[in-house]
């Protein structure tokens, strides 16, 4: 139960999303195995710190690493460790 109050929390006080939109990412949420709102938020949604409705590249690029997870990357450190 607690996982639902911080969700609702999160949702009303932090992103101020209306009853509409909170039920809306409480669902997609729940559809994708349970997952808490803010981890969703946190790692999946990209926009603009100034204007949410924008997404600045410059702000992307801050967020995105194109090395992270990248398999030449891995495959590069693991052959090489071998």
Known sequence: MQTIETDLQFCLETLGLDDKQTDE???CCENLGAIPVEYFCEEFIFGSR???EEIDPEEVNRLHDSDYLSIAEFNNLHWRSH
């Open 25 to 27: 990412i409480l669902n």
């Open 50 to 52: 100034e204007n949410s």
